[in-house]
C-alpha cells in the first residue's frame, strides 16, 4: 500500500512569494492532517479535514495559510503571502481509524 | 493548558546502554498515548501506543513505554539500544474528546558505535 506522499521534498522561496504544498493521503483514508514543526519547536496541529470538510482549522497561524482538500482526496496548503517565520517542515498524515500514517514532509525555506 | 514535556532533548548512548526518555503530559481525563520515531531521512513511524489495559506497552525494535496515570507520565525504554536507534523520538497525546496528536518537543538520540 502506498504511504503518504508529500511534494516537494523541500521548497525554498523569498519572502512575499507564494507556495503550495501538497499532499496524497492513503487511499480510503477519510481523516487528513497538517502538522508544522517550526526548528526546535514541537509539531504543532494546524488543521483536519474528514473528507472535504475543514473539521478543525484551530492550529492554521493566520489568514496566509489556506488548506484545501478537493473532492476528499489530495490537499494542499498554500500560503500567501510567505514571511519568514513560516520556515519549517510541514507535515501531512491521514487515518481512518486511531492509526495516523505520517508523510515525510516538506521542508519550507523562506529567505 | 494542555501540553505534552520532553525532558531531554539531546542524549548520547553507547552501544548496548540502557534507555529511558520521559513524557509527561498535562491532560484531564482520559488519554491515548503515543511514542512516534523519526529515523533519518524517514517519516515520523509509530513505535508504541496506549489507549487501555495493561499499562506496560511494547511497540517494535525493543522498545517498550510504562503509563503511570499517577504521574501523568509515559516514558520509553530499551533495556540496550543499538547505532541503528538513532533517530528522533516524539511522545504524543490524543485526549479522547479529541482527534489530533499533540507532541512534546522531541529528543534527538545519537548512538555511538
Not at chain 2, 54 to 80: C, M, Q, T, Y
Request: with cysteine.
Amino acid at each position: 500500500e502506498a504511504g503518504v506522499t508529500q511534494f516537494p521534498s523541500h521548497s525554498v522561496i523569498e519572502k512575499g512569494q507564494t507556495v503550495t504544498l501538497r499532499c496524497d493521503p492513503i487511499s480510503g483514508h477519510d481523516n487528513l492532517y497538517w502538522y508544522r514543526r517550526v526548528m526546535g519547536k514541537e509539531i504543532k496541529f494546524l488543521l483536519h479535514f474528514v473528507k472535504e470538510s475543514k473539521q478543525d482549522e484551530s492550529g492554521m497561524p493566520n489568514n496566509r495559510f489556506l488548506a484545501e482538500r478537493t473532492g476528499g482526496t489530495y490537499s494542499t496548503l498554500k500560503v500567501q503571502p510567505a514571511e519568514l517565520e513560516d520556515s519549517g517542515v510541514y507535515f501531512c498524515a491521514s487515518s481512518q481509524s486511531w492509526e495516523t500514517t505520517f508523510g515525510s514532509g516538506t521542508r519550507l525555506t523562506v529567505v | 493548558a494542555q501540553s505534552v514535556s520532553q525532558h531531554n532533548h539531546h542524549v548520547i548512548l553507547s552501544e548496548a546502554a540502557s534507555l529511558e526518555l520521559g513524557c509527561n503530559y498535562s491532560y484531564g481525563g482520559t488519554v491515548n498515548l503515543f511514542w512516534y520515531v523519526q529515523y533519518p531521512g524517514q517519516h515520523l513511524q509509530l513505535l508504541l501506543k496506549y489507549f487501555s489495559g495493561d499499562p506496560l506497552v511494547k511497540g517494535i525494535k525493543g522498545f517498550e513505554a510504562e503509563f503511570i496515570k499517577s504521574k501523568f507520565s509515559f516514558n520509553l525504554r530499551k533495556p540496550s539500544v543499538q547505532w541503528s536507534d538513532t533517530a528522533e523520538y516524539f511522545c504524543a497525546v490524543i485526549s479522547n474528546s479529541g482527534y489530533a496528536l499533540n507532541f512534546g518537543k522531541g529528543t534527538s538520540l545519537l548512538v555511538t558505535p
